[in-house]
């Protein structure tokens, strides 16, 4: 009965059961079992499509529509026969956007596209571009958060919707962030010499490869005598 669906369109079809040719055919759309009617299409062919390139103006996505169809033919008029209903697609998410960042934690947010309050959003989130999946998150809102991250680790987060009966968009394009470092910890001096000192500190759950910068000073930071970048934690 509906051999095509899009976000802004929908297209419905029937038998003729027998009707000849000239048989005219009038098709009504409407998103309340007929309590009242959003458009109808009068036509002698075997099909009609509402909304964007079809009759009438675009639909709106990731809702229900009910459509019935009667047949005239000469003087004789049938009563409708109604042909199920269908549900438009939802809207890709728009303008996906980084939120609050912190040590083990980031989040996502995004537009809803024209989306009804009913449009759910699957929300994931990846160490490796979405070669897998680490979490996913499903809201009816417009935002998620991921918690229990490593720190200074590199995530992609990405969103998709799905309308009320179950059928996914396209993922939005993904962002990529970077959880925070945390402070190195137990910092200790060790093995000065004549003309140098050794520096070591922990590197307190950051992951190897996290970049440190080290700095010396004779006069408590007023100024800095030396400063380095070093992966290592000495």
Known sequence: AFPAVGVLSAAAAWAAAGNPADTLYRAELSTDSFASL?????????SAVFGSGGQGA???PDRRYHVRVRASSGAV?????????ATTLAQEPASPALGALGLSSASLSWSANSNPASTRYEAQLSTDAFATVNSSSLTFGTSAAFTTLSQNTTYHLRVRGAN???VATAFAASVTTVTFA??????????????????SWGANGNPVGTNWRIELSTDSFAT???????TSIS
């Open 77 to 85: 008029t049938t009563g409708y026969n109604p042909l199920g209903s």
């Open 224 to 230: 800095t005598n030396l400063s380095l970048t070093t």
């Open 58 to 60: 675009n639909l709106e």
């Open 38 to 46: 959003v458009n109808s299409s009068d036509t002698f062919g075997l």
């Open 182 to 199: 945390a402070a190195p910890s137990s910092s200790a001096f060790s093995g000065p010499g004549v003309s140098s000192i050794t520096a």
């Open 164 to 166: 009320s009966a179950g």
